[in-house]
């Protein structure tokens, strides 16, 4: 167990690479078996034509996922950025294979000058060695159905690996030692983050500052100990194991903070820093330099035309679809919204959207209709303010039915940073002014996040992140996420 223990991000690569060209490979037997099938269902297809070039897709495949960064323990919450990634990565080895397959075709009609050219010659050792036999017959459909099964099989056996992987980090297996430099509130907001997630494998052991503060008898933050200060990392990391310090400490001298990483370095202790303008850190950058002076540039926001108008499409087909569909369960709960409560059915409230332009959006009452207003949220199913029927509707989720309302109208999206009250929006500060930049959404990151119990403005992390990677893929992903726990909140009451 011991070995199993230091050792375990290591073992569980291994493992992870045997995984993916396991899965890659099957992925390629199955989508020869559906264009067999299905493609090509009356003539006889012979797999021994595609075994070389099956071989050449599971060494690309598993050659990209290493270059994107798949084999290099990344976390993110979510693990957003490893979906990402396959999706890069897969696309990426579909088109290498593509010119692989291109450069490495027969060779039989060529005139017999072109043979005996020196050229040809030189390029003839290699390509004799990798050339593929049958890459005049290969089919293109079945290339497509191939990587797209590459695609389907890698996102969900790399979904069931997190999950088995954030069981063994609840059982403390695999979990990596770290501590906090700082006892400020950036140093207790950021073990906060730690506490919501996990499944990021960190085991949080206590707090670290500066050796004044430590003999000055600060002993504890939050329940934690503080372990020590600067000047005893090498007793430290021996004490406690610790492999990661995370220096949030936003006040420190530039000086202190490089002596700090030197020691750091010299112990042998990864460390990861929270800059001091870290939300600035939210957005794109590039690092250019006058001299050896090096200077951080954010990367303006250039607008998307095509996603924008592809988004668009996708919120009116999806919100008419549902409205339509759901059109026979909406007159069931506006029948029994009525039967138990006097007041409307629906409830609507002035809500801040894109470019901090008010709408009024809607949605099924869940509380009862002198209750209503603007006030904070219900956060407990005993809140007096919420109907019997309003409770089932917040279960399950069903009192958003009516914003898909919104969302055709073009007030709203399906995924977006949620619309916050104006008295709340007042109150912004310049950061939380950026989730105005774009249209709010019905469900976003924040939403499928452990953090979704917070208040909605002090989680503007999570909308920062997505305002700054918006892609269809991302908004599928999260839609997706929205579904699971959706079906997991309703599966456990």
Same mark, same amino acid.
């Given at each position: 167990? +011991?070995?199993? !223990?230091?050792?375990?991000?290591?073992?569980?690569?291994?493992?992870?690479?045997?995984?993916?060209?396991?899965?890659?490979?099957?992925?390629? &037997?199955?989508?020869?078996?559906?264009?067999?099938?299905?493609?090509? =269902?009356?003539?006889?297809?012979?797999?021994?034509?595609?075994?070389?070039?099956?071989?050449?897709?599971?060494?690309?495949?598993?050659?990209?996922?290493?270059?994107?960064?798949?084999?290099?323990?990344?976390?993110? #919450?979510?693990?957003?950025?490893?979906?990402?990634?396959?999706?890069?990565?897969?696309?990426?080895?579909?088109?290498?294979?593509?010119?692989? *397959?291109?450069?490495?075709?027969?060779?039989?009609?060529?005139? +017999?000058?072109?043979?005996?050219?020196?050229?040809?010659?030189?390029?003839?050792?290699?390509?004799?060695?990798?050339?593929?036999?049958?890459?005049?017959?290969?089919?293109?459909?079945? @290339?497509?159905?191939?990587?797209?099964?590459?695609?389907?099989?890698? #996102?969900?056996?790399?979904?069931?690996?997190?999950?088995?992987?954030?069981?063994?980090? $609840?059982?403390?297996?695999?979990?990596?030692?770290?501590?906090?430099?700082?006892?400020?509130?950036?140093?207790?907001?950021?073990?906060?983050?730690?506490?919501?997630?996990?499944?990021?494998?960190?085991?949080?052991?206590?707090?670290? %500052?500066?050796?004044?503060?430590?003999?000055?008898?600060?002993?504890?933050?939050?329940?934690?100990?503080?372990?020590?200060?600067?000047?005893?990392?090498?007793?430290?990391?021996?004490?406690?194991?610790?492999?990661?310090?995370?220096?949030?400490? =936003?006040?420190?001298?530039?000086?202190?903070?490089?002596?700090?990483?030197?020691?750091?370095?010299?112990?042998? #202790?990864?460390?990861?820093?929270?800059?001091?303008?870290?939300?600035?850190? /939210? !957005?794109?950058?590039?690092?250019?330099?006058?001299?050896?002076?090096?200077?951080?540039?954010?990367?303006?926001?250039?607008?998307?035309?095509?996603? /924008?108008?592809?988004? !668009?499409?996708?919120?009116?087909?999806?919100? $008419?679809?549902?409205?339509?569909?759901?059109? =026979? *369960?909406?007159?069931?709960?506006?029948?029994?919204?009525?039967?138990?409560?006097?007041?409307?059915?629906?409830?609507?409230?002035?809500?801040?959207?894109?470019?901090?332009?008010?709408?009024?959006?809607?949605?099924?009452?869940?509380?009862?209709?002198?209750?209503?207003?603007? $006030?904070?949220?219900?956060?407990?199913?005993?809140?007096?303010?919420?109907?019997?029927?309003?409770?089932?509707?917040?279960?399950? /989720?069903?009192?958003?039915?009516?914003?898909?309302?919104?969302?055709?109208?073009? %007030?709203?999206?399906?995924?977006?940073?949620?619309?916050?009250?104006?008295?709340?929006?007042?109150? @912004?500060?310049?950061?939380?002014?950026? !989730? &105005?930049?774009?249209?709010?959404?019905?469900?976003?990151?924040?939403?499928?996040?452990?953090?979704?119990?917070?208040?909605?403005?002090?989680?503007?992390?999570? %909308?920062?992140?997505?305002?700054?990677?918006?892609?269809?893929?991302?908004?599928?992903?999260?839609?997706?996420?929205?579904?699971?726990?959706?079906?997991?909140?309703?599966?456990?009451?």
């Amino acid at each position: 167990m +011991e070995y199993l !223990r230091k050792n375990f991000d290591i073992l569980y690569i291994v493992v992870q690479v045997w995984i993916d060209g396991f899965a890659t490979m099957l992925a390629c &037997l199955t989508g020869f078996w559906a264009f067999s099938h299905f493609i090509l =269902p009356n003539q006889a297809v012979d797999l021994d034509n595609y075994r070389q070039l099956f071989v050449m897709i599971t060494g690309t495949v598993l050659a990209c996922f290493w270059t994107f960064g798949l084999y290099q323990g990344q976390k993110s #919450i979510l693990n957003v950025e490893e979906y990402r990634g396959i999706f890069k990565a897969t696309l990426f080895s579909f088109l290498v294979t593509a010119c692989a *397959i291109f450069l490495l075709r027969g060779v039989d009609g060529l005139p +017999e000058d072109v043979k005996s050219h020196w050229i040809y010659k030189l390029a003839n050792v290699p390509y004799a060695v990798l050339k593929l036999d049958n890459a005049d017959q290969y089919s293109r459909m079945l @290339y497509i159905m191939v990587f797209g099964c590459i695609f389907i099989f890698t #996102i969900i056996q790399r979904a069931i690996a997190f999950n088995i992987l954030s069981s063994f980090y $609840a059982h403390g297996i695999g979990n990596t030692n770290v501590a906090i430099f700082g006892t400020g509130p950036m140093a207790r907001r950021l073990e906060q983050k730690l506490k919501l997630f996990p499944t990021l494998g960190y085991r949080f052991v206590g707090f670290l %500052d500066v050796r004044d503060a430590v003999n000055d008898g600060l002993k504890e933050v939050q329940g934690f100990p503080v372990l020590g200060h600067d000047f005893e990392l090498d007793h430290l990391r021996d004490r406690y194991d610790l492999r990661r310090i995370l220096i949030a400490k =936003p006040d420190y001298e530039e000086d202190e903070l490089v002596g700090l990483c030197k020691k750091l370095d010299n112990f042998g #202790i990864q460390y990861q820093v929270v800059p001091r303008l870290y939300h600035f850190f /939210s !957005r794109r950058f590039t690092v250019e330099a006058i001299d050896s002076l090096p200077l951080i540039t954010p990367v303006p926001l250039r607008g998307k035309p095509v996603y /924008s108008v592809v988004k !668009r499409i996708m919120d009116i087909m999806a919100s $008419a679809s549902v409205l339509l569909v759901t059109m =026979p *369960i909406t007159l069931v709960l506006v029948f029994f919204i009525k039967k138990e409560s006097e007041g409307p059915v629906f409830f609507t409230q002035i809500r801040q959207g894109a470019n901090n332009r008010s709408f009024r959006m809607v949605k099924f009452r869940t509380m009862y209709a002198d209750m209503c207003g603007d $006030a904070v949220t219900p956060q407990t199913e005993s809140d007096p303010r919420v109907t019997k029927m309003g409770r089932f509707l917040r279960k399950t /989720s069903l009192d958003e039915i009516p914003q898909l309302w919104n969302v055709l109208r073009g %007030d709203m999206s399906i995924v977006g940073p949620r619309p916050e009250m104006p008295f709340i929006v007042e109150q @912004y500060n310049e950061t939380q002014m950026l !989730r &105005l930049d774009v249209k709010p959404g019905i469900t976003g990151l924040w939403q499928v996040s452990e953090a979704r119990k917070a208040p909605i403005h002090e989680n503007v992390d999570y %909308d920062l992140y997505y305002i700054e990677n918006q892609s269809l893929f991302l908004d599928l992903t999260i839609a997706s996420l929205t579904v699971a726990t959706m079906l997991r909140l309703t599966s456990t009451h």
